[in-house]
């Protein structure tokens, strides 16, 4: 049997449970949010009405769904701009394969910067990592001025690929409809929009909000943009 896009795309990626798309998703109520808190997940009340499951996900191991089978029913439905693209034909299999290594690749270039730059302990979306991480002060080092100036390239181009491949061009806005996503050209914009994006910094303006946005944002989140759809 012919195996199905998402065992030979999803399972090679898992950037929308990583935290490296998302910062964390609309759970449909208290009784999903308490099955997964059952199960070991870290959820919050938020201003949600079902809570949220905040990514990265440890449900996921390596790049698979540990509780594929009890997941949540946004992460169900969700499918990335990716994956409908190879649906609708407009991107070949093989060619999704070669931007989700592109993507890992960047963003394992950004995780090994700041792990240089000393980031160490807790598990946050990518966003906010690196926004921890370029808030620490250097001073006058320059080694690690320079790290961090990479540090910032690597970012950005993570964020342009995520943008362009993985959520359609465009930037999300807070606790307003997304132009990412929209009902003709993506069946999923309902789910996508319950998903909060993470990545709402133009990659031109990275660095000059970086250090603003770690010292005004949520617990978390680097912001916490709710995406609504329909």
């Not at 099955?35 to 870290?42: A, Q, S, T, W």
């Amino acid at each position: 049997m012919k195996p199905s896009l998402t065992d030979t795309l999803c399972t090679r990626c898992g950037l929308c449970c990583d935290g490296s798309l998302f910062a964390d998703v609309e759970l449909s109520g208290r009784a999903e949010a308490t099955g997964l808190e059952i199960l070991g997940l870290e959820t919050d009340d938020d201003d949600a009405d079902g809570g949220l499951l905040l990514l990265p996900c440890g449900a996921l191991q390596g790049r698979r769904c540990s509780i594929y089978a009890h997941r949540p029913q946004c992460c169900r439905t969700f499918e990335c701009r990716l994956l409908q693209d190879v649906r609708r034909g407009t991107v070949s299999v093989e060619r999704a394969r070669e931007h989700i290594t592109e993507a890992l690749s960047r963003i394992g270039r950004v995780r090994a910067l700041m792990a240089q730059l000393g980031r160490r302990g807790r598990r946050l979306p990518l966003a906010e990592s690196c926004a921890e991480t370029l808030a620490r002060e250097a001073g006058a080092d320059r080694r690690l001025n320079r790290k961090r100036a990479a540090l910032e390239t690597a970012m950005s181009s993570v964020e342009a690929l995520i943008r362009k491949v993985f959520l359609g061009s465009g930037e999300a806005s807070p606790s307003r409809r997304s132009p990412l996503v929209t009902d003709a050209d993506h069946p999923a914009a309902e789910v996508a929009s319950k998903i909060r994006l993470q990545h709402v910094t133009a990659p031109s303006a990275l660095a000059s909000s970086l250090q603003s946005v770690t010292a005004t944002r949520r617990p978390r989140s680097i912001r916490r943009s709710r995406v609504r759809g329909y």
